[in-house]
C-alpha cells in the first residue's frame, strides 16, 4: 500500500509476520501524522467514518519514543475500547508533542488487513535527514 507525494506520505510492505511501514514528511510532527495515517490504513478504511470528537493525547520523549508512543496509543485505543483514529493532527510541546485523535468505532471502519498487536523496537526510528526531510519507519506485529 502507497500513499504518496514527493512532500509526504508512506508505504508499507509485508514482511513474514509483520508488516514495515517506511513515512516521509518535511517535519517531526508532519512524519508522526503520516505514520499515524499509514498504520491505520494498514488495518482499517476509515473514509466513510464520521470522526467524533478529538481526543489529545500528550506524548513525552525524543523522537523515536513519540512515534512509538503514538502508534502504542492506536493499539490501545483499538483494544480496551474498540475504536481507531479517522484523523490525527499533531502539534509541538517543548517536551514534545500532543496528538489530537478523532476517533471512530471500529465497527465503521472496513477492515483491510491484520489488526496490529505491537510495534517492534528493531529496526524503529524517526529522524531528521541531512535534506531537512524526516523520515520515520516502523515494523508493525501483526
Do not use: N
Request: aromatic share 4%; with cysteine.
Amino acid at each position: 500500500m502507497i500513499s504518496t507525494s514527493r512532500e509526504r506520505g508512506y508505504a508499507t510492505r509485508a514482511h513474514t509476520a509483520d508488516t514495515i511501514l517506511q513515512v516521509w514528511a518535511p517535519s517531526r510532527e508532519a512524519c508522526l501524522e503520516e505514520a499515524a495515517r499509514g498504520f491505520v490504513a494498514s488495518f482499517a478504511d476509515t473514509d466513510r467514518a464520521t470522526p467524533g470528537a478529538p481526543v489529545e493525547v500528550p506524548l513525552r520523549g525524543e523522537s523515536t519514543e513519540l512515534l512509538h508512543g503514538l502508534l502504542e496509543e492506536i493499539i490501545y485505543q483499538l483494544d480496551a475500547t474498540d475504536v481507531v483514529p479517522a484523523k490525527v493532527s499533531v502539534r509541538p510541546v517543548d517536551d514534545g508533542v500532543v496528538a489530537v485523535l478523532r476517533l471512530v468505532p471500529a465497527a465503521e471502519a472496513e477492515p483491510v488487513g491484520a489488526a496490529p498487536k505491537a510495534i517492534a523496537y528493531s529496526g524503529l526510528a524517526c529522524e531528521r535527514q541531512d535534506t531537512g526531510q524526516w523520515r520515520c519507519q516502523v515494523t508493525i506485529d501483526v
